[in-house]
């Protein structure tokens, strides 16, 4: 069983945290639908829902297998309410497929906002 995983921060390639992807098969380039920014936090960015938005937010989309899930999950803090995993709508050529993110789980308030494409 495995899912997609669209990763927009310290897990991408050449990030900081990319070897948390090790052994998982990049899928390709991608950008969410418009109504996503990114904030950031403590050394690492948070993508929240921004009905405003315009312009989405960049970042790859993964094919991972259910171990390396788990291993994400944990490692995004979901059991300590950081993040939550959920469905979200990309762009083609990914429109139709079932991705989802780690949005950020708590209050962005006082954090900066960052655009739409984080540079570890
Ligand atoms: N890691 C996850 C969420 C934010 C972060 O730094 C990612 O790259 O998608």
């Not at 899912?3 to 380039?29: D, I, P, W």
């Not at 405003?52 to 291993?71: K, S």
Request: overall charge negative; glycine content about 10%; proline content about 5%.
């Amino acid at each position: 069983m495995s899912s997609l995983v669209f990763v927009y921060g310290t897990l991408k390639r050449g990030a900081r945290n990319h070897r948390v992807m090790a052994g998982q098969e990049f899928v390709g380039a991608a950008r969410t639908a418009p109504g996503f920014r990114l904030f950031a936090l403590d050394g690492f960015p948070g993508m929240v829902p921004w009905p405003d938005d315009r312009d989405g937010v960049t970042g790859e989309v993964w094919r991972v297998d259910a171990l390396a899930l788990q291993r994400l999950d944990a490692f995004e803090g979901l059991a300590e309410g950081l993040y939550r995993r959920e469905a979200i709508p990309l762009l083609a050529p990914f429109a139709e497929a079932n991705v989802e993110a780690y949005l950020y789980a708590r209050d962005i308030s006082g954090r900066a906002e960052i655009g739409s494409t984080w540079q570890d």
